[in-house]
């Protein structure tokens, strides 16, 4: 069984910030100011942990994939039955550093690898994230002779697994509030061009994620947030998480609980525009915020990846 695990990626040194930046900008360099600006936001933060997170997530599936496998139970089969299935092997590929989606796509080709699926580190579908995602496998896969087959799992809003495990995440704010049945929970995700977002596949699914886990806790008042809208100057899909906690506190919430839904793993984003400049606008506001703990590599996460993977895997042709 053969697995590429997807994620952002992130510089893992200040020089390679602007290389880094400019693949996110499709190779247009960034200007000084917003290169400066990036910078800055990564030195606050000290440096973004989303590396070694999804390291830990890749060698963490392997290890939970190759504990449940029947391996080798019909190794020499030959007459049409249950697939055969080797041992698990969990490519790791990221989309705007190394390891690269194409270099993890070359690894699997010399390899050997006939079929594989694929699956992200985002729970929700958008043009700007999984569809690029898809894209990047298959013109790695186009430039090397489609060397093998490849099943992206495109989304999973609505697992169980992934439900039950931010909802218990959720509940740990519960018991510090002052007031439970008072306060505002807010579920964000990242924001995309409204351009880009017109289906409303996107907002759809996050809203199905926030739904389902407010229901599963009993919350009285929960809403969507948007939050990280890029440095540009058309209109990305809102409220911002910013103009939200305003709108809280004009209505007159005091604690505010904010669950980034959009992002299994801590990064730049978590803590760069929730930890610091969302708290900051919160205390402006006078506002408790309390932000709940990411999934991270976390076994509960690994679990919803394996589930999925081995669903992905039993559909292949
Ligand atoms: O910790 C880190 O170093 C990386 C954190 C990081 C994650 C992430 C996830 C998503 N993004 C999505 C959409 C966009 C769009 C643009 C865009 C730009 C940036 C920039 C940085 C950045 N993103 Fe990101 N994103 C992360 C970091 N993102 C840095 C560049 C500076 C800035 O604008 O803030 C605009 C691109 C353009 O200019 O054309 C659109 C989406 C996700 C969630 C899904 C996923 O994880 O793939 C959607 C993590």
New binding site residues.
Partial sequence: MNVLLM??G??YRPEEIEPY?TD???GRPPSPELLDE?AERYNLIGR?P?SEITYAQAVRLEAALNATLPLYSKPFQSSPGPRVQGPARVYLGT?HWHPFIAEAVQAMAQDGVRQAVGI?A?PHF?S??IAEYREKVEHALAELGHPFTFSLVEAYPDHPGYIQAVSGRVGEQIWRLREPGRALFLFTA?S??EKSAQDGIYQAQVRTTAERVAESLGLAHWDVAWQ?A???PEPWIGPDINERLEAAAAQGYGEVVVTAV??PSD???VFYDLDYEAQNTATRLGLRLLRTRSLNADPDYIEVLRDLVLSAWARLP
């Fill in positions: 994620a952002y992130t510089p930046y996110i900008r499709r990036l973004s989303l989309k992200v985002a958008s700007r994230s990242h995309i061009p990280s890029g440095r540009t959009g992002f990064h730049l984003e």
